[in-house]
């Protein structure tokens, strides 16, 4: 079983830079894929961006392409999401998750197993 505990969230004026981590303790082998999904106020969960812990395929969502960077350093099974130009409507909380699979929709919800507690970002206009 996996566990997952995210760090890094907090408060900021649009435009602004934040970095979360997860880390994940337990057995995570090079077929799991470790994501960062994000819910905000009154709608629906949605997928941000995920990592193979494998090798280098990365899938972001088109509202964060070219803003965010997802980065991981296997040693201390973590992942790292760089956000940069942060915008109001992503005051969400986000959250971190894990599963093994192959292809297909990597950012969908219920394709993910393993989730953390979330860390909350907000950010001011």
């Known amino acids: 079983q996996v566990q997952l505990v995210e760090s890094g969230g907090g408060s900021m004026q649009a435009g602004g830079s934040l970095r979360l981590s997860c880390a994940a303790s337990g057995s995570i082998d090079s077929t799991y894929f470790m994501a960062w999904f994000r819910q905000a106020p009154g709608k629906e969960r949605e997928g941000v961006a995920t990592?193979?812990?494998?090798?280098?395929?990365?899938a972001y969502a088109d509202s964060v392409n070219g803003r965010f960077t997802l980065s991981r350093d296997n040693a201390k099974k973590t992942v790292y999401q760089q956000m940069k130009r942060l915008k109001p409507e992503e005051l969400a909380m986000y959250y971190c998750?894990?599963?093994?699979?192959?292809?297909?929709?990597?950012?969908?919800?219920?394709?993910?197993?393993?989730w953390g507690q979330g860390t909350q970002v907000t950010v001011s206009s």
């Open positions: 998750a894990a599963n093994r699979m192959s292809g297909g929709n990597l950012l969908l919800p219920w394709r993910y197993i393993s």
């Open positions: 990592i193979s812990t494998g090798g280098s395929r990365t």
